[in-house]
């Protein structure tokens, strides 16, 4: 589910796997692998799509369909 999500929410913001890897410091191949489930989402990776997206990663995870943060 998260590999899927993050793939929309990329599209939905008309981004390629590059400009999302730049904005995390890593490589296109690096980010491809997270889309595509070949590699696990490290928490820093998940804890930063969170914040750029302004979702949940509990959104990000498939645990909710509602993708607003909490925010105390």
Partial sequence: MVYRR??????????TQSD????????QTGYSKYETGENDLPS???IELSRFYKVSIDYLLGETDRPES???
Avoid: G, N, W
């Fill in 6 to 15: 993050i793939r929309e929410l990329r599209e939905d913001h008309d981004l």
């Fill in 70 to 72: 909490y925010r105390p």
């Fill in 44 to 46: 820093r990776v998940l």
């Fill in 20 to 27: 999302l890897a730049k904005i995390l410091h890593m490589s």
